[in-house]
């Protein structure tokens, strides 16, 4: 079927891919965008596999302050100079920062949570599905469910992205790899939270995060 020029460019616009991508996968899809863009999402996605191999050495680090109570300083890498100036670039280290504000990780990925704190959160878990009554050969099967959201809350390339809670940070990660031509790797970042570890009233600021930026 022959494709229009405006179902090419708004799917340009919703994906950031290339005219020539979008128009081929267009013609792919049969003109059915929204299959399109999932279409361009797998492809770029692949891509993106490839590109985190390379070193990232570059990048920018960010500081994000709420309300004088949350701060937080993160470190963002990229392959080249040029892309740490990216002004796409800037914007998502910007929201990693709020992300690590709002969600609080303890990590930034799975495979740095040390295997001791995962081994004793499996026996957590394990008691208590016990305790709900689960036989045991039931619970040790539930603990492989339960993990994972675990990693969830401690791990911030497994969080929902806070500007939309349907995207996995990893997955966006990838995107803004495919989308800007290379490696991009989120490498560390320190929270700190006023009167953290000394006793006080009960408040919620990452909460408070959380509601100011998505509202």
């Given at each position: 079927?022959?494709?229009?020029?405006?179902l090419?460019?708004?799917?340009?616009?919703?994906?950031g891919?290339?005219?020539?991508?979008?128009?081929?996968?267009?013609?792919?899809?049969?003109?059915?965008?929204?299959?399109?863009?999932?279409?361009?999402?797998?492809?770029?996605?692949?891509?993106?596999?490839?590109?985190a191999?390379?070193?990232?050495?570059?990048?920018?680090?960010?500081?994000?302050?709420?309300?004088?109570?949350?701060?937080?300083?993160?470190?963002?890498?990229?392959?080249?100079?040029?892309?740490?100036?990216?002004?796409e670039?800037?914007?998502?280290?910007?929201?990693?920062?709020?992300?690590?504000?709002?969600?609080?990780?303890?990590?930034?990925?799975?495979?740095?949570?040390?295997?001791?704190?995962?081994?004793?959160?499996?026996?957590?878990?394990?008691?208590?599905?016990?305790?709900?009554?689960?036989?045991?050969?039931?619970?040790?099967?539930?603990?492989?469910?339960?993990?994972?959201?675990?990693?969830?809350?401690?791990?911030?390339?497994?969080?929902?992205f806070?500007?939309?809670?349907?995207?996995?940070?990893?997955?966006?990660?990838?995107?803004?790899?495919?989308?800007?031509?290379?490696?991009?790797?989120?490498?560390?970042?320190?929270?700190?939270?006023?009167?953290?570890?000394?006793?006080?009233?009960?408040?919620?600021?990452?909460?408070?995060?959380?509601?100011?930026?998505?509202?």
């Amino acid at each position: 079927m022959a494709i229009s020029a405006g179902l090419v460019k708004e799917l340009r616009e919703r994906t950031g891919a290339g005219m020539l991508d979008c128009k081929k996968t267009l013609e792919e899809t049969n003109g059915d965008i929204e299959k399109a863009i999932d279409l361009l999402r797998e492809k770029g996605l692949s891509k993106a596999a490839k590109k985190a191999g390379r070193i990232a050495s570059e990048g920018i680090v960010e500081a994000y302050i709420h309300g004088g109570r949350i701060g937080v300083l993160i470190e963002v890498n990229t392959e080249t100079d040029f892309v740490a100036k990216n002004e796409e670039f800037k914007v998502f280290v910007k929201d990693m920062a709020m992300q690590v504000a709002a969600s609080n990780p303890k990590y930034v990925s799975v495979d740095e949570v040390p295997q001791d704190e995962i081994d004793k959160e499996k026996e957590i878990l394990k008691h208590q599905a016990i305790n709900e009554g689960k036989p045991e050969h039931i619970a040790e099967k539930m603990v492989a469910g339960r993990i994972e959201k675990y990693f969830k809350e401690v791990c911030l390339l497994e969080q929902p992205f806070i500007k939309d809670t349907d995207v996995i940070v990893k997955d966006l990660l990838s995107e803004k790899i495919a989308k800007i031509g290379e490696n991009i790797k989120i490498r560390r970042f320190v929270r700190y939270q006023v009167g953290e570890g000394l006793e006080k009233r009960e408040e919620n600021f990452a909460e408070e995060v959380a509601k100011q930026i998505n509202g």
